[in-house]
Nanobody
Framework: QLQLVESGGGLVQAGGSLRLSCAAS????????MGWYRQAPGQQRELVASITPGGSTNYADSVKGRITISRDGTKNTAYLQMNSLQPEDTAVYYC?????????????WGQGTQVTVSS
């Protein structure tokens, strides 16, 4: 079974930067879309960014121009480079991976990593 390990969260001042990593390991067949979601206290989980195997990306309007998603297929790893962070970016960030096995697909979630932006 596929496992996801996230890293890179922490505390940063407004205007600062963080880089999150999400590494997939274990029994991997074929990773399709990789994405990052976030959930702030009392809020629903929302998509931050996603990337396809071909490199096509999708971003939430609130992060466009500040956050960049990328992936390294050789390492089965996705990255989230976050710049110009603001207090409203404070949340637990979750990695999400879609794995395809023939005609079937399964979604996996990471354990989450806390990002806190102080004003």
């Amino acid at each position: 079974q596929l496992q996801l390990v996230e890293s890179g969260g922490g505390l940063v001042q407004a205007g600062g930067s963080l880089r999150l990593s999400c590494a997939a390991s274990g029994s991997i067949f074929s990773i399709d879309r990789m994405g990052w979601y976030r959930q702030a206290p009392g809020q629903q989980r929302e998509l931050v960014a996603s990337i396809t195997p071909g490199g096509s990306t999708n971003y939430a309007d609130s992060v466009k121009g500040r956050i960049t998603i990328s992936r390294d297929g050789t390492k089965n790893t996705a990255y989230l480079q976050m710049n110009s962070l603001q207090p409203e970016d404070t949340a637990v960030y979750y990695c999400n991976v879609l794995e395809r096995r023939g005609s079937k697909s399964d979604a996996y979630w990471g354990q989450g990593t806390q990002v806190t932006v102080s004003s």
